[in-house]
């Protein structure tokens, strides 16, 4: 059996394939063009490009903070690990993830809120004109909105992904009606690799 094996071939013949699939995206920007193709290459789902919700000043605002090297949040390591280490380097930009410190899992105990909660919470005043990306925890995304909200934190960019059947559907819609430029996936489907697409393309754009 005949199969292509150089890894460099392989992803731009995946990609010749989505774009011939999905003609619509000839009508979007480069930016949002990217984005898409890459979070259906990485769900290997044609169908998750009409669940995918951009604001208009996604793109930009998320390309200013990584050449700008503010850091990046993550609620979960597997989120924070999938990120190109090489571009971080590049950019000079930090990652941030809480979900395992002590204080954070003590406070968690005391109070029954989820550690990812408590993180989002903790990591707020180091987070200022960066990007949070939430690939997991619905409650994480509804404390940030909320946050928002009430003007203790202003994210350049929200890449809000989370998972599952309760909270996630929700806790995006809540996202894309804050005041923050976001990329989500509506309804349940979701997850850390899907937000680890967004955050690699970007960062290929920029």
């Known amino acids: 059996m005949q199969f292509i094996q150089e890894p460099k071939t392989i992803e731009n013949t995946s990609m010749d394939i989505i774009e011939e699939s999905l003609p619509a995206l000839k009508e979007l920007p480069e930016g949002e063009r990217q984005i898409i193709k890459r979070i259906v290459h990485t769900t290997g789902d044609l169908a998750m490009a009409g669940l995918i919700k ?120 809540m996202l894309i009606e804050t005041p923050v430029p976001y990329v989500t996936v509506t309804g349940t489907r979701g997850g850390s690799t899907i937000a680890v697409a967004v955050l690699n393309a970007l960062l290929k754009i920029a």
């Open 54 to 173: 951009i604001h208009p000043d996604a793109v930009a605002a998320g390309v200013r903070a990584i050449r700008a090297g503010k850091p990046i949040f993550t609620d979960v390591q597997m989120l924070r690990s999938g990120i190109n280490p090489v571009k971080l380097e590049q950019f000079g930009i930090s990652t941030i993830c809480m979900i395992k410190d002590p204080v954070i899992v003590e406070e968690a105990r005391r109070t029954g809120k989820t550690r990812a909660m408590i993180a989002m919470a903790q990591a707020a005043p180091r987070l200022e004109g960066g990007i949070i990306a939430i690939g997991n925890a619905p409650t994480a995304l509804f404390e940030l909105c909320a946050m928002v909200r009430r003007g203790e934190l202003r994210p350049a960019l929200v890449v809000g992904t989370p998972v599952g059947f309760v909270g996630a559907k929700e806790s995006k819609e």
